[in-house]
């Protein structure tokens, strides 16, 4: 399609004046707006001001300026419907064969740290999705340009004579998918400004980050997406300084490690595997933490995900260089670790701010046909409400076991049971069918380190048989959410054997 007259608009000044200098030379009658129309004119580019296509001012601080008949008739006239065209003579109305819009920065505005409503409400753009949405519907007879990357290939067929068929109609989709997110962006917004937190109906938009070599598994295409307006502290956000590109499982992975890392405020190392932590410590310093961790699993470990919450030194960089890691997750790096580090060449090194939000995250699970949406586990160890249902309460040392095991039990698939002891996990049983089964994995890793430990357990015990192998496992405490209509069996094994249990009044299933 032909194109002798376009209509620019942007927000987005980059790389127009070029592009609308290429229009000019090639013949094509530019028509502008405001501050776009200011733009071209300094830079001595002939253009026609909207008001003098509508023959009406711009009104109401420029809210009202193309929203007029001369303008949508123009880009909406099929241009093969003679009732149309004799309708656009009759009116003195032109064609316009080119739109070129971009949208006021709404998204730009509700991402600074200090703004007001008054400021979010004022960058809602009216005129520009309206006059995108009318020429992409138009995408027959009009070309229409949303992101200044398509300038270059739009000028190289517009030199050609015209524009092609296919590239009007991927403009056009490009264009709704661009509305559409920014509708989006606008409705929760307000949702969340009036607490609409499960509304009628669900939007999100999510921006491609990066495509991917494959999913889960080689035969599945996959590509990464991220929130409009990611949190600070999430993988959305990091620095990749070294290594790869990133695989599917690796993103998984790696968020798993790092939501898991962010519950500790003292030093903590995590090694996840297959979206399970496999081997948690805490120490004084992170080098400590690091040789519990390791220690917790050295097997599991190999190929694993690393999240530190601090820095990562030179010393602990020496011990990571050697074993085979995928990741390693860190709020920074010193130079000499991040020297030592980056000799493996494929080894991915991400640096994310692990200072937690003031936001909190909706959950959303895909199904077939449908959304599962929910809020975040973020119920912590200081939220829960505990009562001691045995005769023996925890001794400190046991207090500060059972506090790592169900920090870390939250985050392992159901049913699960993590066995922690001096710092640092011992035992993980996950996913399981029942809860005697995760708890004998789980014994079973921990091996002689289940004597003197301590036991977590993501949800109730329907029975006592878990108590009874923790008991001959030598573990000596437990917690649990308790509510089970059997509970008293449970504690009565527990006060058979002295082990003191907690209750927490709260489950962890994580399916």
């Known amino acids: 399609m032909a194109i002798k007259r376009a209509l620019i608009s942007v927000s987005n000044k980059d790389g127009i004046v070029e592009f609308a200098k290429n229009l000019v030379a090639l013949g094509v009658e530019v028509i502008s707006t405001g501050g776009t129309m200011k733009l071209l004119k300094e830079n001595n580019i002939n253009v026609t001001g909207i008001s003098e296509v509508t023959n009406f001012p711009e009104i109401l601080n420029g809210r009202v300026k193309t929203l007029h008949p001369s303008v949508h008739a123009g880009i909406l006239a099929v241009r093969t419907n003679e009732k149309h065209l004799e309708q656009l003579r009759n009116h003195n109305i032109e064609a316009i064969d080119l739109v070129v819009v971009n949208l006021y920065p709404f998204k730009e505005t509700i991402s600074k740290q200090h703004f007001s409503i008054g400021e979010a409400i004022e960058n809602i753009d009216i005129g520009g999705p309206t006059m995108l949405r009318s020429a992409a519907k138009n995408y027959n007879d009009v070309t229409v ?3 200044p990357e398509d300038y270059r290939s739009v000028i190289e067929e517009v030199k050609s004579g015209e524009t092609t068929v296919l590239t009007r109609k991927r403009l056009a989709a490009k264009v709704y998918r661009h509305t559409a997110a920014y509708d989006a962006m606008v409705a929760n917004y307000l949702s969340e400004e009036v ?4 509304p009628e109906t669900y939007t999100v938009t999510f921006e491609k980050s990066q495509d991917l070599r494959y999913g889960e598994n080689p035969h599945q ?11 600070q502290s999430s993988l959305a956000k990091a620095r990749q300084l070294n290594g790869k590109e990133l695989s599917y499982n690796n993103i998984n992975d790696a968020n798993a490690a790092l939501k898991i890392v962010k519950e500790f405020s003292e030093p903590a190392v995590v090694a996840v595997k297959h979206m399970n932590p496999c081997g948690v410590g805490l ?3 992170i080098e400590a933490a690091f040789d519990r961790a390791y220690a917790a699993d050295s097997v599991s470990i190999f190929g694993g995900i690393i999240a530190v919450n601090r820095e990562v030194d030179a010393m602990t960089a020496l011990k990571m260089k050697e074993i085979f890691l995928e990741i390693i997750i860190a709020p920074s790096y010193t130079n000499d670790a991040l020297e030592i580090l980056s000799q493996k060449k494929n080894l991915r090194l991400l640096q994310v701010n692990m200072h937690e939000d003031k936001r909190t995250e909706i959950n959303l699970t895909s199904i077939h046909g449908g959304l599962l949406v929910q809020d975040d586990d973020y119920y912590t160890f200081d939220d829960a409400q505990f009562t001691i249902a045995t005769k023996r309460k925890p001794t400190e040392k046991e207090w500060e076991d059972l506090k790592l095991a169900w920090k870390i039990v939250k985050h392992v698939k159901s049913n699960a049971i993590v066995i922690a002891k001096e710092k640092m996990t011992v035992g993980v049983g996950a996913g399981q069918m029942n809860r005697v089964g995760a708890a004998e ?3 079973k890793q921990a091996g002689q380190h289940c004597h003197g430990a301590s036991l977590a357990s993501d949800a109730f015990f329907p029975m006592d048989d878990t108590v009874e192998v923790a008991a001959k496992a030598g573990i000596t405490a437990i917690i649990q959410p308790g509510g089970s209509i059997r509970d008293e069996d449970s504690i009565k094994k527990c006060n058979e054997y002295g082990i003191a249990m907690v209750f927490t009044g709260v489950r962890h299933f994580k399916h």
């Open 283 to 285: 120490g004084n310093g």
């Open 441 to 443: 994995i789980a014994i």
């Open 145 to 147: 340009v949303v992101d």
């Open 221 to 231: 295409q996959a590509a990464f997406y991220k929130k409009a307006i990611p949190l």
């Open 195 to 198: 607490n609409e937190k499960f």
